[in-house]
């Protein structure tokens, strides 16, 4: 079965400061994708960042990051230089290549506001 | 113009009542989702479709239907709407590429079923 835990319901952070928003997956299959989206208060979801799981290298967007540390099946987003549109919620989320749809499996998402 | 569409954006109303909620996409993908959102749960899969002839359960189908009218739309219905429904709903497309799917939403409809 496939999986998704965020354990940060919420998180603060002090705007132009990095902070790290914590994801843990549980899969079986050895070929699959995390994503990370940011949902803000309007509700669309926009995608962030995306890492392979066969990619060596973490992926980096501008001021996103992910810290893919494979053993320990973490995917964590990482937000330098915060910015008070930051403020969201943000979801990360899987795809395996066994689930048949590929479609996505979420977390149930960490609240992330930036404090001026 | 937005990529993916979706119609109504909010929607109030009674429960037993049928309601449609429609999706449409000009990015040309194959693959379309339906997902809702509740507080506290993420989202969850409620059906998909790969094409206008392939169209699966997802992991809460039930009260749920769907129709793929053509490649670009995908309307999901609730025959007999409950309060529990009540719920962000989220349209999506994706293009396979092996695992790597990448998902692009559309804005959401916010359904109250009183």
């Known amino acids: 079965a496939q999986k998704i835990t965020q354990t940060q319901p919420g998180m603060f952070v002090q705007e132009k400061e990095a902070v790290t928003l914590d994801c843990t997956y549980d899969t079986s299959d050895q070929s699959y994708g995390l994503f990370w989206y940011k949902q803000p208060s309007s509700g669309e979801m926009i995608f962030l960042i995306y890492q392979g799981s066969y990619d060596e290298q973490n992926a980096t967007e501008g001021r996103y990051s992910l810290n893919f540390q494979k053993a320990r099946k973490s995917a964590n987003l990482v937000i330098s230089a915060s910015q008070l549109g930051d403020s969201a919620m943000y979801f990360c989320?899987?795809?395996?290549?066994?689930?048949?749809?590929?479609?996505?499996?979420f977390g149930t998402g960490t609240r992330l506001t930036v404090i001026p | 113009d937005a990529d993916v569409t979706q119609t109504p954006r909010n929607r109030i109303t009674k429960t037993g009542k049928r309601i449609m909620l429609e999706c449409s996409q000009t990015k040309g993908h194959d693959r379309m989702y339906w997902y809702r959102q509740d507080p506290g749960l993420g989202l969850r899969l409620i059906y998909y479709?790969?094409?206008?002839?392939?169209?699966n359960k997802g992991e809460i189908s039930d009260g749920y239907s769907v129709s793929r009218q053509a490649q670009a739309k995908f309307s999901l219905s609730l025959e007999s709407a409950i309060p529990n429904q009540t719920a962000l709903y989220f349209c999506?497309?994706?293009?396979?590429?092996?695992?790597?799917?990448?998902?692009?939403f559309g804005p959401g409809t916010r359904l109250t079923v009183l």
């Open positions: 999506a497309t994706s293009t396979p590429q092996g695992p790597y799917n990448e998902q692009f």
């Open positions: 989320a899987m795809s395996t290549a066994s689930s048949g749809a590929n479609n996505l499996f």
């Open positions: 479709s790969f094409d206008v002839k392939d169209i």
